[in-house]
């Protein structure tokens, strides 16, 4: 069974907002891209919630729930019964939460359990507004992917690979109990090493090496979409790779200089599948290959065919 980006969308915060939420921003991007797939919420089977910077520092009820009913997912089941009554549950893994997400989807789709998954992502400063914080690395960003079935055998989505790499952790977010006073509900403390940007980029380059060699994909007719922990972070790798930097793509946050954007985390795979469709069709390429690093640090990639490819 073949599983396809049926639509995708990313939410900013409005001009107009006091402060950014994730439920706002993960439920605008999830109403939008069910609109541009021109299906109905009640259509949607699962909902889950990626992501790990939140308003407030709020963790507790899970966040999918809220999500679920900001966009008005199958909200009675009593009153609106449907044979694949949706339910929601949140999913954190950092940068990598978005694929593992997706290797979660193709195993519910296999089971026929559910014809339409929606997977969101959404970050936000625990004070509600990122620009407002200077040291802050993460950008205010909501993403959705709308996953179905593919109509074309071998299509979308390949298997779905993670693991860890050596050394300690190169980020740390936490609220620091010790220090945060009155605050608590709108600092955070993120603590990120010097080498981790070099670390990153090795366990990015060898990563994806060793996922092409696995699938029999091949690196120079492939599109290769990046998570960003830094502003230069395609470029880096296009050379370690050597491939052409066009073939890689690590967009920054839409209307930031692109030189200081700040980072997009969890829902960087979905902001470059949806700068990939700006620059052109998909099936320019044989292939697209996501590799996501993040704090572990940890990687994951995915290869997705495009259809007509």
Same mark, same amino acid.
């Given at each position: 069974m073949s599983m396809v980006i049926a639509a995708a969308s990313i939410a900013l915060p409005r001009t107009a907002d006091t402060k950014a939420t994730t439920v706002r921003l993960a439920g605008r991007a999830a109403r939008e891209t069910l609109s541009a797939a021109g299906v109905s919420p009640d259509s949607v089977g699962m909902l889950i919630n990626t992501g790990?910077?939140?308003e407030a520092n709020r963790f507790e009820p899970a966040l999918a729930a809220m999500v679920q009913k900001e966009v008005g997912i199958n909200l009675d089941y009593l009153a609106d019964p449907v044979p694949n009554a949706a339910f929601s549950f949140d999913l954190m893994n950092g940068a990598c939460g978005v694929l593992n997400a997706v290797q979660v989807a193709q195993a519910v789709l296999d089971t026929a359990s559910a014809d339409r998954i929606l997977v969101t992502a959404a970050d936000v400063h625990p004070g509600g507004? =990122? +620009?407002?914080?200077?040291?802050?690395?993460?950008?205010?960003?909501?993403?959705?992917?709308?996953?179905?079935?593919?109509?074309?055998?071998?299509?979308? *989505?390949?298997?779905?690979?993670?693991?860890?790499?050596s050394g300690p952790t190169g980020v740390a977010g936490y609220l620091d109990t010790a220090t945060m006073g009155g605050e608590g509900r709108r600092r955070i403390t993120v603590k990120r090493r010097a080498d981790r940007v070099p670390r990153?980029?090795?366990? =990015?380059?060898?990563?994806?090496?060793?996922?092409?060699?696995?699938?029999?994909?091949?690196?120079? %007719?492939?599109?290769?979409?990046?998570?960003?922990?830094?502003? +230069? *972070?395609?470029?880096?790798?296009?050379?370690?790779?050597?491939? +052409?930097p066009a073939s890689v793509l690590a967009p920054g946050t839409p209307g930031e200089d692109p030189r200081r954007s700040r980072e997009p985390h969890t829902a960087a795979p979905i902001l470059g599948y949806l700068a990939a469709l700006d620059r052109g069709p998909l099936v320019a390429w044989e292939q697209v290959l996501f590799v996501s690093v993040g704090a572990g640090p940890s990687v994951a990639c995915a290869s997705? %065919?495009?259809?007509?490819?």
């Open positions: 790990v910077y939140r507004r =990122a +620009d407002a914080d200077p040291d802050y690395p993460y950008a205010d960003l909501g993403g959705a992917w709308l996953l179905a079935r593919g109509a074309e055998p071998g299509v979308g *989505f390949g298997a779905v690979r993670w693991g860890n790499g990153l980029l090795d366990l =990015a380059a060898s990563s994806a090496v060793a996922y092409a060699q696995e699938q029999s994909l091949d690196l120079r %007719r492939s599109l290769l979409l990046s998570s960003r922990p830094c502003p +230069d *972070f395609a470029s880096l790798l296009a050379a370690r790779l050597d491939l +052409d997705y %065919r495009p259809q007509g490819a």
